[in-house]
């Protein structure tokens, strides 16, 4: 496309955003950036999740300019971007393995007759001879590569297949490329450019704030018990995403969540197909559903009005909290990002890591990739703006809108807890775990004590006046700072450090965290103060009766910011919907008069 050309339909995007999409206005670099798309350049974008990232691609396959090939990691996610454009009047298909022969012959003759708009493949896909094959002969005005971190050796969620994606240079020189992701610092974006083979691409870096979410950290005393105290006092009747470690823990977690009369899903990747889809599918089109899961739940996620993330265990990366909170609030509305932790997380974490087969070079990334999470936890000052830091981006030091800065954590000079801790580790022989060291600290644990003899230690009894959880939260905060080590992967053990002789010799106070069980009050309203609330509750009604008539996912219809700003604007003629943010003109043909009817008569009730 000539440059005269590309100026011509850029200065017709914002119609086709309004007409199709619903939206009034572009975000963040999407109109930019869909202009360098249009002329041609490859293109590097890092967007948050909800920031918008799909518009970069579905809008230019409106313009009927050639095929828009969209390379999307799950299957799941796929049908679901298939299934919203349906919704939008955009013909689009994916090819994958599971669908019927029949159903892939017609897509194929689809695609063929140039009746598609956008194809969705995975990345064995594209690269088979199959589908290069029924490529060839169509003229191709994007590829879209979303989740790009996954190309990327030192991205957090390594996929073998993504890294095979370089060939696409060589097989469609001529196609522009567009690589997008939520997280990815600036190493991993060298990577995934030198990756793809793409030279001097436009690199769009959005903000990483999500300021819609707020975090809280807290320590682990009783995660069920803290887990149901934050659901009820933030988010009741909510839908919500609660991440374990674990397979086993995710089916324990979600059995006592039913057993305590919450609508809770198990997900993971040992279950059955059927079980998963159950879980999916009541996830997709639920409310107030609890889905507990592994990270296996994970990139398939496009429902905008999950209102909080919560972590029964530490992500072993930023970027993988990064990437999970940020499925909470995609609409744009206020969400919680919500997690406790212990040292249990930290040992687990290093174990498997210690132990595993990976090469030195991985281990020590992945080492330093926990230890910054590890800090996160433990950081006293703002936790948005640790976040940003991470990712290279300046911020206040005080956002107002997480737990350290609502309700700022205490300190206390922990050097004699220290030398205590230290001085125990080494009488016992550096053998023992944090257990066994915190009973002989407290003098419990009495029968295993004794028959090792450490009860006539000195340091026996020593640390009686702190309980369990306080030397627990020391040790592991000894252990974050390198003052202690694992010293024995399969026995877990504590060893010294070198580091740790400056507590010995030394006085100038250790500041660490205080141990406290106290939760912030998260202050959040889902909605604007002037939304009337029986409203959207009969518009939530509405929804929810078309979507099952319809058999979709209520979001697809209008998604909870939508149904809000129809509360707000109360349109009063047809013509007066396209006002709305979120109602394009096929939206408004499928879904706008059922709505518009419920708004009058909602009002001549009043």
Same mark, same amino acid.
């Given at each position: 496309?000539?440059?005269?050309?590309?100026?011509?339909?850029?200065?017709?995007?914002?119609?086709?955003?309004?007409?199709?999409?619903?939206?009034?206005?572009?975000?963040?670099?999407?109109?930019?950036?869909?202009?360098?798309?249009?002329?041609?350049?490859?293109?590097?974008?890092?967007?948050?999740?909800?920031?918008?990232?799909?518009?970069?691609?579905?809008?230019?396959?409106?313009?009927?300019?050639?095929?828009?090939?969209?390379?999307?990691?799950?299957?799941?996610?796929?049908?679901?971007?298939?299934?919203?454009?349906?919704?939008?009047?955009?013909?689009?298909?994916?090819?994958?393995?599971? *669908? !019927?022969? #029949?159903?892939? @012959?017609?897509?194929?003759? /689809?695609? $063929?007759?140039?009746? =598609? +708009?956008? &194809?969705? *493949? !995975?990345? #064995?896909?594209? @690269?088979?001879?199959?589908? /290069?094959? $029924?490529?060839?002969? =169509? +003229?191709? &005005?994007?590829?879209?590569?979303?989740?790009?971190?996954?190309?990327?050796?030192?991205?957090?969620?390594?996929?073998?297949?993504?890294?095979?994606?370089?060939?696409?240079?060589?097989?469609?020189?001529?196609?522009?490329?567009?690589?997008?992701?939520?997280?990815?610092?600036?190493?991993?974006?060298?990577?995934?450019?030198?990756?793809?083979?793409?030279?001097?691409?436009?690199?769009?870096?959005?903000?990483?704030?999500?300021?819609?979410?707020?975090?809280?950290?807290?320590?682990?005393?009783?995660?069920?018990?803290?887990?149901?105290?934050?659901?009820?006092?933030?988010?009741?009747?909510?839908?919500?995403?609660?991440?374990?470690?674990?397979?086993?823990?995710?089916?324990?977690?979600?059995?006592?969540?039913?057993?305590?009369?919450?609508?809770?899903?198990?997900?993971?990747?040992?279950?059955?197909?059927?079980?998963?889809?159950?879980?999916?599918?009541?996830?997709?089109?639920?409310?107030?559903?609890?889905?507990?899961?592994?990270?296996?739940?994970?990139?398939?996620?496009?429902?905008?009005?999950?209102?909080?993330?919560?972590?029964?265990?530490?992500?072993?990366?930023?970027?993988?909290?990064?990437?999970?909170?940020?499925?909470?609030?995609?609409?744009?509305?206020?969400?919680?990002?919500?997690?406790?932790?212990?040292?249990?997380?930290?040992?687990?974490?290093?174990?498997?890591?210690?132990?595993?087969?990976?090469?030195?070079?991985?281990?020590?990334?992945?080492?330093?990739?926990?230890?910054?999470?590890?800090?996160?936890?433990?950081?006293?000052?703002?936790?948005?703006?640790?976040?940003?830091?991470?990712?290279?981006?300046?911020?206040?030091?005080?956002?107002?809108?997480?737990?350290?800065?609502?309700?700022?954590?205490?300190?206390?000079?922990?050097?004699?807890?220290?030398?205590?801790?230290?001085?125990?580790?080494?009488?016992?022989?550096?053998?023992?775990?944090?257990?066994?060291?915190?009973?002989?600290?407290?003098?419990?644990?009495?029968?295993?004590?004794?028959?090792?003899?450490?009860?006539?230690?000195?340091?026996?009894?020593?640390?009686?006046?702190?309980?369990?959880?306080?030397?627990?939260?020391?040790?592991?905060?000894?252990?974050?700072?390198?003052?202690?080590?694992?010293?024995?992967?399969?026995?877990?053990?504590?060893?010294?450090?070198?580091?740790?002789?400056?507590?010995?010799?030394?006085?100038?106070?250790?500041?660490?965290?205080?141990?406290?069980?106290?939760?912030?009050?998260?202050?959040?309203?889902?909605?604007?103060?002037?939304?009337?609330?029986?409203?959207?509750?009969?518009?939530?009604?509405?929804?929810?009766?078309?979507?099952?008539?319809?058999?979709?996912?209520?979001?697809?219809?209008?998604?909870?910011?939508?149904?809000?700003?129809?509360?707000?604007?109360?349109?009063?003629?047809?013509?007066?919907?396209?006002?709305?943010?979120?109602?394009?003109?096929?939206?408004?043909?499928?879904?706008?008069?059922?709505?518009?009817?419920?708004?009058?008569?909602?009002?001549?009730?009043?």
């Amino acid at each position: 496309m000539s440059h005269r050309e590309a100026k011509a339909y850029s200065q017709d995007l914002k119609d086709v955003l309004q007409r199709v999409f619903g939206h009034s206005d572009f975000r963040f670099h999407q109109e930019a950036l869909i202009r360098d798309i249009l002329a041609g350049k490859d293109v590097l974008a890092v967007m948050p999740t909800g920031a918008g990232k799909s518009i970069c691609y579905q809008l230019p396959a409106c313009l009927d300019l050639g095929l828009v090939i969209v390379i999307s990691p799950l299957i799941s996610l796929m049908h679901d971007q298939v299934l919203g454009l349906e919704q939008l009047g955009v013909k689009s298909a994916t090819l994958n393995s599971s *669908l !019927s022969r #029949e159903e892939s @012959l017609k897509y194929e003759k /689809q695609l $063929l007759a140039g009746e =598609l +708009k956008v &194809l969705y *493949l !995975s990345p #064995e896909a594209i @690269l088979s001879p199959r589908i /290069q094959s $029924l490529l060839k002969p =169509l +003229k191709i &005005l994007l590829i879209a590569i979303d989740e790009a971190h996954c190309i990327s050796q030192w991205g957090h969620e390594f996929r073998t297949d993504y890294t095979k994606l370089g060939v696409l240079k060589d097989l469609y020189p001529a196609v522009p490329l567009l690589a997008l992701t939520a997280t990815a610092e600036s190493r991993t974006r060298d990577d995934i450019i030198a990756q793809l083979k793409i030279k001097n691409p436009t690199i769009y870096l959005s903000s990483f704030d999500r300021p819609n979410i707020t975090y809280s950290i807290q320590e682990r005393h009783d995660e069920l018990t803290q887990l149901e105290q934050f659901i009820d006092t933030h988010h009741p009747d909510q839908v919500g995403i609660i991440y374990c470690m674990t397979r086993n823990k995710v089916e324990r977690v979600a059995a006592e969540l039913v057993k305590r009369g919450r609508k809770a899903f198990a997900y993971h990747a040992g279950l059955s197909s059927a079980e998963r889809t159950r879980a999916q599918n009541a996830f997709t089109t639920e409310e107030n559903i609890l889905i507990v899961a592994t990270i296996a739940f994970g990139m398939g996620i496009n429902r905008p009005d999950v209102r909080f993330v919560a972590h029964l265990d530490l992500p072993k990366s930023l970027e993988n909290y990064y990437q999970e909170t940020g499925r909470a609030g995609r609409d744009g509305l206020p969400s919680s990002a919500w997690m406790v932790y212990g040292l249990d997380d930290v040992v687990k974490h290093s174990k498997m890591l210690e132990l595993s087969d990976a090469q030195e070079n991985y281990k020590r990334i992945a080492r330093t990739k926990l230890e910054m999470m590890m800090a996160l936890c433990e950081t006293m000052s703002c936790r948005r703006h640790f976040i940003l830091k991470y990712f290279e981006e300046d911020s206040t030091p005080f956002c107002g809108r997480c737990d350290c800065c609502l309700l700022p954590p205490e300190s206390f000079d922990a050097r004699i807890d220290a030398q205590k801790v230290i001085s125990a580790i080494y009488r016992t022989g550096e053998i023992y775990g944090a257990q066994y060291i915190i009973d002989v600290l407290r003098g419990t644990g009495i029968k295993r004590i004794h028959e090792r003899g450490h009860q006539h230690l000195s340091v026996f009894g020593i640390g009686k006046h702190r309980s369990a959880k306080e030397w627990s939260s020391v040790i592991r905060q000894l252990l974050t700072q390198n003052y202690i080590r694992i010293k024995d992967w399969s026995f877990r053990s504590l060893g010294l450090t070198a580091k740790c002789q400056s507590l010995i010799k030394d006085e100038t106070p250790l500041l660490l965290r205080k141990f406290s069980t106290k939760t912030v009050a998260i202050a959040q309203t889902n909605n604007d103060n002037t939304t009337d609330e029986s409203l959207l509750k009969t518009l939530k009604e509405i929804r929810k009766q078309i979507a099952r008539d319809e058999k979709i996912p209520p979001y697809m219809i209008f998604n909870d910011k939508t149904l809000a700003d129809l509360c707000l604007i109360r349109p009063r003629h047809y013509d007066d919907l396209l006002l709305v943010n979120g109602i394009g003109e096929k939206k408004r043909e499928r879904y706008g008069k059922v709505f518009l009817e419920a708004m009058q008569e909602y009002t001549q009730r009043q």
